[in-house]
T-cell receptor, first 112, second 115 residues
Framework: KAGVTQTPRYLIKTRGQQVTLSCSPISGHRSVSWYQQTPGQGLQFLFEYFSETQRNKGNFPGRFSGRQFSNSRSEMNVSTLELGDSALYLC???????????FGQGTRLTVV | QKEVEQNSGPLSVPEGAIASLNCTYSDRVSQSFFWYRQYSGKSPELIMSIYSNGDKEDGRFTAQLNKASQYVSLLIRDSQPSDSATYLCAVNILAGGTSYGKLTFGQGTILTVHP
């Protein structure tokens, strides 16, 4: 069974640009959650999607947004990038959102 | 008080010893608890889940949950150098709104197993 796939793995962007990250969940999983991981703040929850609906949202500015498609694949978008957005972005999929969650390899975003 | 707190590290144990990792959480009604292992430069890997009070064993790993004390722990028996990693405790916090898909993580405990 294929795991969670995130693309791209690495990304370098300039301040002010926007970026889109993609996540394909494990087959059959309908819940996709996104997290930001930094050395100083650890793992922080961004948002969760289930059946194309955002059910939960963390404390991040509106520059961070996401969506989910009918095949459960999800994308997150960050607009007007800031240096502080440099982080490892992780997505996790689970069957229904309150069960075991499995992480993808992550996308390492560097903003210069 | 942080919602999920782990015992401060780093933790160093000799090969073959038992490593004990601890975690406390603030929400009395939380129902789902997880331990993840994260190697440097890699993403978190789920190693244990536990939902009810008591012990759950899987190979060399044992998770222990005490909801009354709001405490969850992970024991690693016969520790190996390959167990050296950061261990993250994660809780599905219910208080304060919907918990769907939201895991709240502790800050992690760095474990080093030396030969």
């Amino acid at each position: 069974k294929a795991g969670v796939t995130q693309t791209p793995r690495y990304l370098i962007k300039t301040r002010g640009q926007q970026v889109t990250l993609s996540c394909s969940p494990i087959s059959g999983h309908r819940s996709v959650s996104w997290y930001q991981q930094t050395p100083g703040q650890g793992l922080q929850f961004l948002f969760e999607y289930f059946s194309e609906t955002q059910r939960n949202k963390g404390n991040f500015p509106g520059r961070f947004s996401g969506r989910q498609f009918s095949n459960s694949r999800s994308e997150m978008n960050v607009s007007t990038l800031e240096l502080g957005d440099s982080a490892l972005y992780l997505c996790a999929s689970s069957f229904r959102g309150d069960t075991e969650a499995f992480f993808g390899q992550g996308t390492r975003l560097t903003v210069v | 008080q942080k919602e999920v707190e782990q015992n401060s590290g780093p933790l160093s144990v000799p090969e073959g010893a038992i490593a004990s990792l601890n975690c406390t959480y603030s929400d009395r009604v939380s129902q789902s608890f997880f331990w993840y292992r994260q190697y440097s430069g890699k993403s978190p890997e789920l190693i244990m889940s536990i939902y009810s009070n008591g012990d759950k064993e899987d190979g060399r790993f044992t998770a222990q949950l005490n909801k009354a004390s709001q405490y969850v722990s992970l024991l690693i028996r016969d520790s190996q150098p390959s167990d050296s990693a950061t261990y993250l405790c994660a809780v599905n916090i219910l208080a304060g709104g919907t918990s769907y898909g939201k895991l709240t993580f502790g800050q992690g405990t760095i474990l080093t197993v030396h030969p």
